[in-house]
């Protein structure tokens, strides 16, 4: 019991209480601290039970008071008075003494994937704020003006601000109203519970009544926010919770305004609208994954989650690792193993960087003592864990909705995403979203199942794994793109249909698909590769001028006297990136630019000779690199009057060289990734960027 309450009830008791002391218990009363009983059923400790008042709190407090005194003191606390005149910041700290019990009994820690705890407040957040843009709720909207690769997470969102700290920007006067934004496992749900806990603690806001409601679970039609608050601060009149609010004094937490059932979207939102209004003085924060401004009322300022930075990194990983080992000397030391492991991967760093890839990362750590070596081995195990233990590590129990889905197994469940996945990147225009709709028909297409049972399967994907969610209303995705991509390469490896794959070899959006596909199909990326190199070719045969234009690129590399260790087939690629490339008027321009930047492809297959041209730039006739000078000078000069100028493609033509210029880039990524082909790589790379006439010889 609070000092000033127990200090109230003795004073009462012995006759010197005042109408504050009244007003303090009676709040008391009303907020669930203190429950008075008379009578000769009342129990009592360490007294007679009989005419005696029993008091119980927080703390099991237990105060006995006899005859007349009970009856002054329960005809005292029934005058209204006492209830109508209590002042707000008595009522404030009474609630919130209550509601701030909740918040930690409730929210303190978090369940990590692997079932295990840890405090929220180990683990920290920054945000950038953004600047807000209009955006249509339409796939063309959301799409205007991105690169659906490199903006795939950011779809519909401003440009950023500076990196903040999150519980700074929280507590800033200047953003009294925030939508936090950022896709599945990105840290909302963490941040929140993290400023939940800390004004609680009164680490934040600590003036303030914390109240963090989920708004997944809202069930009822006519939600009223303004009764889920009464209800929460037990206060018995209606009058006392206006009171509280139009002095704002809360601090409302709500988590998931995306995730409200979709029958139950709009009237929520409506409800939200209506309330920040009428009650404006409050601090109010959301969380949301749909990026569009649908979402977000009237003058709330959006946040978006920041990537983890190293230390951020390191610092979850050592939280991760001790709540494991139980001890903070081996949490310690799995976690420098595990960083170390990390370091050495760049790919998987440049993944986990949001809270559930690095726990899935840090799990499948965990349970092998190592990282996989290959991409595809690190998203097979994270698919399989999503699959498996979404809901479940994060506390969430519920139904799938739909009895089909939930007799599929995990396999079958990855042919079915694998299936949507490739569905959506075959459609070059746009790759990534899909319409409800669409999507369904995708899924019922499948299963073999009507449409209407398809939007149940839908809907549980969504639930229970995260895996698809709905950017905006109607407006689905995969929550992350290396899954995707991953699933689309695993149905092509599985299938072994490398005809069908190989169409795709000049798609520039297919491209981690096909590195992912190399890495997974092993002991078949020959057939793989032989079967995208069929195609390349194919695909410059079929056009007259593109043959001309390669066989005067294999004259012109001949012509060049080069030493026998450079790769003749780079000279190639410089000349074909020379006709074709608007780098080349760069690096003419700009001798900053390094040779590398301007001769990609070139470089990729012989850094040697890159090099050693960079060098005999540099120093000229007189060096022992003198043998390139013939190649120097085809590069150093602007080629105003050169026969490169020559050929004037057409639009059309532009457009073939750029797909057999892409195709022939991922040809050698793949090549470089696959372990069966080290044998045969150099007279691979031998065949490439030739003619028709030049392979048949």
């Known amino acids: 019991m609070p000092e000033n309450l127990q200090a109230a009830v003795q004073r009462v008791l012995a006759g010197s209480g005042d109408e504050a002391d009244l007003m303090t218990i009676t709040t008391a009363i009303q907020t669930g601290q203190i429950v008075l009983a008379t009578g000769e059923r009342a ?71 692997n079932k295990r ?59 009294p109203r925030l939508i936090v934004l950022g896709k599945p496992g990105s840290g909302k749900s963490t941040f929140l519970r993290h400023l939940a806990v800390s004004c609680a603690k009164e680490e934040f806001l600590g003036d303030y009544i914390p109240v963090l409601l989920e708004l997944r679970d809202v069930d009822e039609t006519a939600f009223s926010l303004f009764q889920y608050l009464h209800g929460e601060f037990g206060l018995e009149q209606e009058a006392q919770t206006e009171q509280i609010l ?34 404006d003085k409050n601090r109010f924060i959301l969380t949301c994954r749909t990026q569009t401004t649908e979402y977000i009322p009237e003058q709330f300022q959006a946040v978006e989650v920041a990537p983890f930075k190293p230390e951020q990194v390191e610092c979850f990983a050592l939280n991760w690792f001790t709540a494991m080992a139980g001890t903070q000397e081996q949490g310690v030391a799995l976690k420098n193993h595990f960083m170390e492991k990390l370091r050495e991967s760049p790919q998987t760093t440049e993944l986990a960087v949001t809270p559930v890839l690095l726990s899935l990362t840090c799990w499948i750590f965990d349970d092998l003592k190592c990282l996989p070596e290959k991409r595809s081995d ?13 809901d479940e590590g994060r506390g969430i129990s519920r139904d799938s909705g739909s009895d089909r889905y939930h007799q599929l197994t995990t396999e079958e469940r990855k042919r079915l995403l694998s299936y949507l996945a490739v569905r959506k990147f075959e459609q070059t225009e746009n790759f990534v979203l899909y319409e409800e709709s669409e999507l369904c ?19 549980a994907i969504a639930q229970q794994h995260g895996l698809l969610i709905e950017r905006a209303q109607g407006i689905w995705s995969f929550s992350h793109l290396t899954f995707q991509e991953y699933l689309a390469a695993k149905l092509f490896v599985e299938s072994a249909n490398w005809g069908k794959f190989s169409r795709y070899v000049s798609e520039e959006h297919w491209r981690s698909v096909f590195l992912l596909g190399i890495e997974m199909a092993e002991v078949n990326s020959i057939g793989l590769l032989h079967e995208m190199k069929q195609t390349i070719d194919r695909f410059a045969a079929e056009d007259e001028r593109m043959q001309e234009f390669l066989a005067w690129v ?63 730039l540099e120093i000229g006739r007189s060096s022992h690199l003198y043998r390139l000078h013939n190649l ?41 990734e696959s372990y069966e082909c080290l044998d045969s790589k150099e007279e691979q790379v031998e065949m490439m960027l030739l003619p028709i006439a030049e392979i048949k010889k």
């Open 441 to 459: 028909g995708y899924i019922a297409e499948h299963l073999q199942l009507a449409v209407e049972e398809s939007r149940a399967v839908l809907a």
């Open 117 to 175: 705890q840890i405090e929220v407040d180990r683990l920290y957040v920054d945000v950038y704020v953004l600047e807000m843009r209009e955006v249509r709720a339409t796939i063309p909207g959301l799409l205007e003006g991105q690169d659906a690769r490199d903006q795939f997470d950011r779809f519909g969102l401003g440009k950023r601000g500076e990196r903040s700290p999150g519980l700074a920007i929280a507590a800033s006067e200047d953003f």
């Open 554 to 616: 294999t004259e012109k590399a001949q012509s060049v006297a080069i030493p026998t260790r450079y790769n003749r087939t780079a000279v190639r690629a410089m000349y074909f990136e020379m006709a074709c490339g608007k780098a080349y008027a760069s690096y003419t321009s700009n001798k900053d630019v390094m040779l590398r930047q301007v001769f990609p492809l070139a470089w990729a297959i012989d850094p040697e000779l890159g090099t050693a041209l960079e060098l005999a």
């Open 378 to 390: 690190l998203y097979r195990d994270g698919l399989d864990l999503l699959l498996q233990q979404w």
């Open 246 to 279: 139009k002095q704002g004094r809360v601090l409302l937490l709500l988590d998931g305004l995306d995730e409200v059932p979709s029958s139950l979207r709009q009237t929520v939102q409506h409800e939200l609208r209506k309330f920040a209004k009428r009650y």
């Open 43 to 113: 129990i009592a400790i360490n007294g007679d039970a009989n005419d005696s008042v029993y008091v119980t709190g927080d703390h099991n407090h237990v105060i006995v008071i006899k005859g007349a005194e009970a009856e002054e003191i329960g005809r005292l606390l029934q005058q209204p008075s006492a209830v109508q005149t209590a002042s707000v910041d008595e009522l404030v700290q009474q609630v919130r003494f209550r509601a701030s019990a909740k918040i930690l009994n409730l929210f303190s820690k978090i369940r990590l994937l």
């Open 632 to 672: 120097v000078q085809e590069i150093e000069p602007v080629h105003s009057q050169n026969e490169l100028c020559n050929w004037k493609f057409d639009d059309c033509q532009k457009g073939l060289l750029e797909k057999y210029y892409i195709a022939n880039k991922l040809f050698l990524d793949c090549l470089n």
